[in-house]
């Protein structure tokens, strides 16, 4: 009984490790709009993540996602996700950190699941 105990503390102890490093991520609240037909969508102020494909493909225990490149999520609603692959170069490896997103000079921008156009601004003057 104390040898499964032991056992089963130990599993308990690398599940809550592992499971921590997965969803290593970076937040930021950041001004975002995407591009419509007659031209860019109002600013909205949210909370976007930045994750690699490779984590985004652990977290949803799929491979939809690149692996080398970075993606940026907003949450809207509770159904409702905003994927958002990243053109710009940004050299994290595999997993995003802060360090990495604050080092950009420019907006981030990328196309969502839609193929839609966004614009993602960090900073204090936006493009």
């Given at each position: 009984?104390?040898?499964?105990?032991?056992?089963?503390?130990?599993?308990?102890?690398?599940?809550?490790?592992?499971?921590?490093?997965?969803?290593?991520?970076?937040?930021?609240?950041?001004?975002?709009?995407?591009?419509?037909?007659?031209?860019w969508?109002?600013?909205?102020?949210?909370?976007?993540?930045?994750?690699?494909?490779?984590?985004?493909?652990?977290?949803?225990?799929?491979?939809?996602?690149?692996?080398?490149?970075?993606?940026?999520?907003?949450?809207?609603?509770?159904?409702?996700?905003?994927?958002?692959?990243?053109?710009?170069?940004?050299?994290c490896?595999?997993?995003?950190?802060?360090?990495?997103?604050?080092?950009?000079?420019?907006?981030?921008?990328?196309?969502?699941?839609?193929?839609?156009?966004?614009?993602?601004?960090?900073?204090?003057?936006?493009?």
């Open positions: 009984m104390k040898t499964k105990l032991i056992s089963l503390f130990i599993v308990l102890v690398l599940c809550i490790f592992f499971s921590s490093n997965v969803h290593a991520k970076c937040s930021r609240i950041a001004k975002v709009k995407y591009q419509t037909q007659s031209g969508s109002k600013l909205y102020t949210v909370e976007v993540s930045f994750l690699t494909g490779s984590e985004l493909n652990t977290a949803t225990s799929s491979f939809d996602y690149s692996s080398g490149s970075v993606y940026a999520t907003i949450f809207w609603d509770q159904d409702e996700v905003s994927v958002i692959k990243l053109i710009n170069i940004l050299l490896g595999y997993k995003v950190t802060c360090d990495c997103i604050d080092n950009t000079l420019m907006d981030l921008q990328g196309y969502d699941q839609d193929g839609d156009k966004w614009n993602i601004c960090l900073g204090s003057f936006c493009f």
